[in-house]
Structures are given as C-alpha cells and as structure tokens.
C-alpha cells in the first residue's frame, strides 16, 4: 500500500498570477510539507476548484479515496508526484474558459489551501500586408 508524508499546515499568504496562451498546456503549482507520521493515500483528498470572472465556481479536479476524477478534459495531478508532496495540476491545451482563480486544498486532518490566478492570452491574428 502506498503511504504519504503530509504535513500540518500552513496556508500560501498570496496568490501567484500565471499567464498562457491558447493551445498551451499550464502547470498550476501546489506544494505541501512532510509530516513526521505516514498517512494513507486514503485518508488524503485534493481538491482543484476554479472561480471564473462571473464568480462561478467549479470542481476541476479531485483526488478521494484513492480515485482521481478529472472534471475537465486534459486535468491531471501527477500520483507519483504526491509522494514528493506536489499536488500541482496541469492543465492541457488551455482555452479562454479555463481562466479563473484555482485553489488548491490538500485535505488530511490537515487542511492547506494554495491559490492561482490563470490569464489566458489570445493567440494574435496575423496582420496582413496590403
């Protein structure tokens, strides 16, 4: 069985602010510390949720009871990563809709919450010459 070392936590005190253009992929960082104890991959939930500019709220990613569920198509947290305590989500092949504010909250007796602001950048049409 796979374990994971977690640590009591902390909360990231601002936001970072990411910039992509259409078509790229992104990888929204999420880092925690090691707790001195093992837990149970188990006992561990992820949660990615986005607030668009109309402060709609949705889940994008979750990782419960040992099963990943990806809420947008190309979302993805790396398993083998989480062991070097990394929940980052990469997101492939960004649109417009993808832009928001993520929040990252890795969930164990612990809680730690990391925030992302995503601007996505239109790819500019070429001008034409006359």
């Known amino acids: 069985m796979n374990t994971l070392r ?5 909360s990231a ?18 880092r925690f510390d090691k707790l001195s104890t093992l837990v149970e ?9 986005k607030v668009d500019k109309h402060a709609g709220k ?6 419960e009871d040992e099963t990943a569920h990806g ?13 070097e305590s990394d929940a980052s989500l990469q997101l492939r092949n960004v649109t417009v809709r993808d832009e928001g504010l993520y ?12 925030t ?4 996505v950048l ?3 049409l070429p001008v034409s010459t006359l």
Do not use: H, M
């Not at 990411?18 to 960082?29: A, P």
């Open 58 to 63: 949705s889940i994008v990613y979750t990782f």
């Open 103 to 114: 929040t990252c909250r890795i969930i164990t007796p612990v809680v730690y919450t990391e």
């Open 13 to 30: 005190d601002t936001t970072r602010k990411l910039s992509v253009l259409v078509g790229e992929d992104v990888t929204l960082s999420c």
């Open 6 to 10: 977690l640590t009591p936590g902390s």
């Open 116 to 119: 992302a602001s995503l601007e």
């Open 71 to 83: 809420s947008r198509d190309g979302s993805v947290v790396d398993r083998t990563k989480l062991l």
């Open 122 to 124: 239109g790819i500019p």
């Open 41 to 49: 991959w188990s006992v561990l939930t992820i949660e990615w949720n």
